[in-house]
C-alpha cells in the first residue's frame, strides 16, 4: 500500500464523543496504510480534535496548535489537520486559518467522513481545504473504527442533544439528537463480541431519549434489554443519563438485566431549583433527589456519579450552600466538578449576574473538599468486600501490577499475571484510595 512507513499522529480533547471519532479517524488512516505514532516528530499528519464545552479546553488547544508552526518549518510536507468541536462555532475556521494560517485541513463534527477525501485534496491541489458542514446529516453507518482497548468499547446509540441547557455549547457544536437504528447497534456490539470484546459502555448525550426519533419507536429500557440478550458481552454501561428523563423503565432495566452494571451517571448540575430552572434542566432539586431515592431503592449498591457546575451566574451563597447539602444527601462515588464557563452564543453568556472569579474560585474549593471527603467515604465501604473485576491491563502506576474495574465502575489494582487480562475475576478489596482500590486475587 502506498503508505506503508508513513505515521500520522492523533490528540484528542474532550469527551468520548470525541474520543470516538477520533476511533473513526484512525480507522481510516489504518485503511489507507498508516501508523499511529505517539510523538508528533515522527508524523507525516498530524491531527487535533477539539472540543470547546468550557475554556480550558481551547487553551488548552491553542497552546498545542502554536507549537507546531516550527514543526511545519521544518518538515513542509507534514498535514496538519484539525477538526471537532470546536470547529463548529461560527466564523472559527476562518479566524484560527488567519492566525495559524500553516494549518492544511479543518472540518467539523458532521463530515468527519470525508477525512480522506479532504486528505488527497490537499495534496493535489496543495492549499487549505476548509469545510463545515452546519447541519448534520443522517447518520452514516460503516465507518472503520480502531478502538484504544481491546476489551472495552464505546458503542454511540445517538448523536446530539435537544437539550439547551442554558450553559452549554454542545448542541449548537453537535446537532440535534438522532438515534441509530437498534439493529445497527446490534451489529456493532456483535461484530465487537466476535473480536473478544467484554464490555461495551453505549453512548450518547442524553441516553435516555434514545428512540423518540425512530419507527417503529423504541425507548431506551428497551434497548438496554435487546442489547442485554446479546450472547458473549459480560458488561453493559451508559452514559449520560438525563434526570428529566430517567424513567421507571430505565431503573427496572438496570435491575433485572444481569449485565447492565449497577453504575449511574447523572448529572445534577446544580442543587437549588432556582438555579436549575435557570439552567433550564426541567428537574428540579426535590424531583433530582426522589429519582435517586428510586433507584437506590431498586438497585441497592448502586455507584452514582455527577457533574456539577460552580459559579453559573446568579448563584448565591444559599444556591450554593443547596449544592453542598445535595452531595452530602445522595453521597456520590464521584462527582466531576466544574468551574462555569462562558460560552458564545449559550444564553447564559448573556445573563447579567456573572459571578465574579474568587467567589467562584473559593466556592469551587470548599465543593471540592466536600465531593472529595464523601467520595473517600463511599471507596472505604468497599473495604473486606470481594468483587468481580474486569482486567484491562498493567496498572497505569506500576506495571508490575494489574488493573481492572468493578461492576460497580472503581479502578482495582492489585497483584496478578498479565494472561489475566480480559478475564472476570474475583478481587478482594484490602484498601480504599479516594479514586481508587488495592485488591488481591481471592
Ligand atoms: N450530555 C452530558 C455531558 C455534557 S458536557 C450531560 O448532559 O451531562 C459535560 C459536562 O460539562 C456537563 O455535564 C456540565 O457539567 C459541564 N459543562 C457544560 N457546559 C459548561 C460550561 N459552560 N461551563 C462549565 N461546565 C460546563
Ligand atoms: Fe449540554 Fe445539557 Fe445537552 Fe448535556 S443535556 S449536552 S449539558 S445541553
Ligand atoms: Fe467537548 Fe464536543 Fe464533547 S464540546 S465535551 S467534545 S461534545
Not at 464505546?154 to 448542541?171: D, L, W
Not at 458564545?344 to 449576574?353: F, I, N, R
Request: proline fraction near 3%; aromatic fraction near 8%; glycine fraction near 6%.
Amino acid at each position: 500500500m502506498k503508505n506503508i512507513n508513513k505515521n500520522y499522529y492523533i490528540e484528542t480533547w474532550g469527551c468520548q464523543m470525541n474520543e470516538e471519532d477520533s476511533e473513526k479517524l484512525s480507522g481510516m488512516l489504518l485503511n489507507l496504510g498508516y501508523s499511529k505514532t505517539e510523538e508528533k516528530t515522527k508524523a507525516e499528519i498530524i491531527i487535533f480534535n477539539t472540543c470547546c464545552v468550557r475554556e480550558n479546553a481551547e487553551l488548552k488547544f491553542y497552546g498545542s496548535l502554536g507549537a507546531l508552526k516550527r514543526l511545519k518549518k521544518e518538515k513542509p510536507e507534514l498535514i496538519i489537520a484539525i477538526c471537532g468541536c470546536m470547529m463548529q462555532q461560527e466564523g472559527m475556521a476562518q479566524k484560527l486559518i488567519k492566525t495559524y494560517p500553516f494549518v492544511d485541513i479543518i472540518f467539523g463534527t458532521h463530515n468527519s467522513h470525508m477525512f480522506p477525501e479532504y486528505l488527497n485534496r490537499v495534496r493535489q491541489e496543495a492549499k487549505t481545504v476548509i469545510e463545515i458542514f452546519n447541519k448534520e446529516d443522517g447518520i452514516i453507518e460503516g465507518l472503520p473504527i480502531d478502538r484504544e482497548s481491546s476489551i472495552k468499547a464505546f458503542v454511540t446509540i445517538m448523536y446530539g442533544c435537544n437539550n439547551f441547557c442554558t450553559y452549554c455549547i454542545v448542541p449548537y457544536v453537535r446537532g440535534r439528537e438522532r438515534s441509530r437504528k437498534p439493529e445497527d447497534i446490534q451489529k456493532e456490539i456483535e461484530d465487537l463480541v466476535k473480536k473478544g470484546y467484554k464490555e461495551i459502555t453505549l453512548l450518547g448525550q442524553n441516553v435516555n431519549s434514545y428512540g423518540k426519533d425512530l419507527e417503529p419507536k423504541i425507548n431506551f429500557g428497551e434497548l438496554l434489554r435487546e442489547v442485554n440478550k446479546i450472547d458473549g458481552i459480560e458488561r453493559i454501561r451508559f452514559m449520560t443519563s438525563h434526570p428529566k428523563d430517567l424513567t421507571e423503565d430505565v431503573i427496572f432495566a438496570i435491575k433485572e438485566c444481569e449485565k447492565v452494571c449497577e453504575q449511574i451517571h447523572l448529572p445534577v448540575q446544580a442543587g437549588s431549583s432556582n438555579l436549575l430552572k435557570r439552567m433550564n434542566r426541567h428537574y428540579t432539586r426535590e424531583q433530582y433527589l426522589d429519582t435517586m431515592q428510586k433507584v437506590k431503592k431498586e438497585v441497592p449498591n448502586i455507584s452514582i456519579s455527577t457533574d456539577i457546575i460552580i459559579g453559573f451566574p446568579g448563584e448565591t451563597e444559599e444556591d450554593f450552600l443547596e449544592i453542598l447539602s445535595l452531595v452530602k444527601e445522595v453521597e456520590f462515588d464521584l462527582a466531576f466538578t466544574y468551574i462555569y464557563s462562558k460560552r458564545k452564543g449559550t444564553p447564559a453568556d448573556e445573563m447579567e449576574d456573572q459571578i465574579p472569579d474568587d467567589v467562584k474560585h473559593s466556592r469551587f474549593n470548599r465543593l471540592l473538599e466536600v465531593v472529595n471527603e464523601g467520595c473517600a467515604k463511599k471507596n472505604k465501604e468497599y473495604e473486606g468486600r470481594v468483587c468481580e473485576v474486569l482486567v484491562e491491563g498493567p496498572s497505569k502506576n506500576d506495571i508490575t501490577k494489574l488493573m481492572g474495574r468493578t461492576r460497580s465502575g472503581k479502578l482495582v489494582n492489585f497483584e496478578g499475571n498479565l494472561e489475566l487480562i480480559g478475564k472476570l475475576i474475583d478481587v478482594t478489596i484490602i484498601k480504599a484510595h479516594s479514586f481508587s482500590l488495592i485488591g488481591e486475587i481471592k
